[in-house]
């Protein structure tokens, strides 16, 4: 059993004790120590990548985890852009044109790294009992958008998937 299945079967636990039977606690603890020496939300990517729909207590519900994440990861998406120049901020118009940019490649993103799957075959890379077409048998889907926002999202994808494994990692070392 990996990390990320601990971490969401203590999400589900019906206690937290910490002694000889129970140990539901120790992947939380080890999520929050990660947390410290790492980006800060990898326990949120974990909760809002393989809890959505398995968290049972109301005040945990998945829309909340992801609406905060999808603002934390505007902000980190932001800073990257900014950080590597893709559009140069003379003017005010610029500005706001780069901010645009920025929550788009944002929300594509988040939206590809959470569901990447291809709309026609569900994923499955067949359609009518032949390769689907549009995803050429991968099951995975495009993001939308021209070339540039599409480079610069896919570019933040692997940036994502990074960002979850390293804390993954971090996590399942602590565990040990």
């Not at 980006?39 to 005040?59: E, H, M, N, P, Q």
């Amino acid at each position: 059993m990996g990390y990320a299945d601990r971490f969401v079967m203590s999400l589900g636990a019906s206690t937290l004790q910490d002694d000889a039977q129970h140990h539901a606690a120790e992947p939380l603890a080890a999520a929050a120590l990660a947390d410290l020496t790492g980006a800060g939300f990898g326990a949120l990517l974990t909760r809002v990548k393989y809890a959505d729909g398995s968290i049972s207590k109301t005040f945990e519900s998945g829309t909340q985890n992801l609406a905060q994440l999808l603002r934390i990861w505007t902000n980190r998406v932001t800073e990257k852009g900014r950080e590597r120049k893709w559009v140069k901020e003379g003017t005010e118009w610029d500005v706001c044109a780069a901010m645009t940019l920025y929550r788009r490649v944002a929300e594509r993103s988040l939206a590809y790294w959470l569901d990447g799957k291809c709309g026609t075959c569900h994923g499955t890379g067949t359609a009518s009992r032949m390769i689907c077409q549009p995803c050429k048998g991968s099951g995975r889907g495009e993001i939308g958008g021209g070339g540039f926002e599409r480079e610069k999202a896919l570019d933040m994808v692997s940036e994502l998937e990074g960002l979850l494994q390293a804390h993954n990692a971090r996590s399942a070392a602590l565990l040990r």
